[in-house]
Each structure stands twice: as structure tokens, then as C-alpha cells.
């Protein structure tokens, strides 16, 4: 069961009246319930003929706050411990099934790749495609090097890992 949005974002407020906050009441039984009626919760993006959609600010402050804090701890890295060196903050960035008829999910995972590289992690885009798994950046670039371009649908491929995974570790 999730019990978390993001790692490391600010504690969630409290529900008026109740010992609960927002996110745990969402996540009881692992399917977001709207706060207000109870109902289902909606994807929070933005689909084509959305007659329905309503942009919060709020979410996309959260956002930029967590890659801000990302960001941080990769400029300073992680310690194992702490009177240890600090080691570059390692970090996967899986992009499953995102084309060019709309290219946003893209830039944003190409955008987080190199602005995380830049401060010092060790930051690697994951990107499976059927049809265009390599990246949108230009050749020799940060991005473009730290691409690992997976030519597959995104199912067969989250098989195929999680096989080379359990085979890996010998279990």
C-alpha cells in the first residue's frame, strides 16, 4: 500500500476534523479517491477534448519543489556515511511508451536527465519505444550519452527487466 506521494516533499497537511492527511484518506485502499465526494480520482493530466480538466497550481509547485530537492542532493551527493566522501546521487529515469505526437513527457524526461547530470548525478534516461527509443537531443550531448534506449512496448520490457533483475541477483 502507498503510504507516499514523493520522497522528501514536505509533510502533507491535515484534514479538518480528522486525524488523516489528504494523501493517506486518497490511498487507503491503494486507488486515489477524490477528497471532496469520495468518488474516483481522475488522472491529474491533461487528455485531448478534455472538456473536464482543471489545472492545479499546487501540484505543479510540488513538482518543482521535489526537483529542486533532487536536484540539491545531487549537487552534494549522497554520504554512506558520515564522516564518509560524498558519492554522486545515481538516478533512473524510466520513460515508457512516450512518442512525438506530443512530445512533452520527452522534453520533460530529457530536461530532468541533464539538469540532474549538470549538478553532478549520475543521472541515466531509460527509454522504452517501439518506434523511437533514441534521444531527441542532438549527437555528443549530455542526454544523448546518458540515453539507454530500449526498442520494445513498454509491457514486454518491464518483463524483460524484471527477469534480468531476479536472474541477476540469483534468485
Request: hydrophobic share 35%; proline share 7%; aromatic share 4%.
Given at each position: 500500500?502507498?503510504?507516499?506521494?514523493?520522497r522528501?516533499?514536505?509533510?502533507?497537511?491535515?484534514?479538518?476534523?480528522?486525524?488523516?492527511?489528504?494523501?493517506?484518506?486518497?490511498?487507503?485502499?491503494?486507488?486515489?479517491?477524490?477528497?471532496?465526494?469520495?468518488?474516483?480520482?481522475?488522472?491529474?493530466?491533461?487528455?485531448?477534448?478534455?472538456?473536464?480538466?482543471?489545472?492545479?497550481?499546487?501540484?505543479?509547485?510540488?513538482?518543482?519543489?521535489?526537483?529542486?530537492?533532487?536536484?540539491?542532493?545531487?549537487?552534494?551527493?549522497?554520504?554512506?556515511?558520515?564522516?564518509?566522501?560524498?558519492?554522486?546521487?545515481?538516478?533512473?529515469?524510466?520513460?515508457?511508451?512516450?512518442?512525438?505526437?506530443?512530445?512533452?513527457?520527452?522534453?520533460?524526461?530529457?530536461?530532468?536527465?541533464?539538469?540532474?547530470?549538470?549538478?553532478?548525478?549520475?543521472?541515466?534516461?531509460?527509454?522504452v519505444?517501439?518506434?523511437?527509443?533514441?534521444?531527441?537531443?542532438?549527437?555528443?550531448?549530455?542526454?544523448?550519452?546518458?540515453?539507454?534506449?530500449?526498442?520494445?512496448?513498454?509491457?514486454?520490457?518491464?518483463?524483460?527487466?524484471?527477469?534480468?533483475?531476479?536472474?541477476?541477483?540469483?534468485?
Amino acid at each position: 500500500q502507498r503510504q507516499d506521494t514523493l520522497r522528501y516533499m514536505p509533510p502533507p497537511t491535515r484534514r479538518k476534523g480528522t486525524g488523516f492527511s489528504q494523501i493517506q484518506t486518497g490511498f487507503e485502499l491503494n486507488h486515489p479517491t477524490c477528497q471532496e465526494c469520495g468518488g474516483p480520482a481522475r488522472p491529474a493530466i491533461l487528455m485531448f477534448m478534455d472538456l473536464n480538466w482543471e489545472d492545479v497550481e499546487s501540484q505543479c509547485e510540488r513538482w518543482e519543489e521535489w526537483l529542486e530537492s533532487v536536484r540539491l542532493i545531487a549537487k552534494t551527493g549522497v554520504k554512506e556515511q558520515e564522516d564518509g566522501p560524498a558519492r554522486p546521487l545515481r538516478v533512473a529515469i524510466l520513460e515508457v511508451g512516450a512518442g512525438d505526437n506530443v512530445p512533452t513527457v520527452r522534453r520533460t524526461s530529457e530536461k530532468c536527465c541533464k539538469m540532474l547530470s549538470t549538478a553532478g548525478a549520475e543521472a541515466r534516461l531509460i527509454r522504452v519505444n517501439p518506434e523511437i527509443p533514441l534521444s531527441d537531443e542532438e549527437p555528443g550531448g549530455i542526454v544523448e550519452e546518458s540515453t539507454i534506449s530500449i526498442l520494445s512496448t513498454g509491457l514486454k520490457a518491464i518483463r524483460d527487466l524484471d527477469r534480468r533483475i531476479f536472474e541477476a541477483r540469483g534468485l
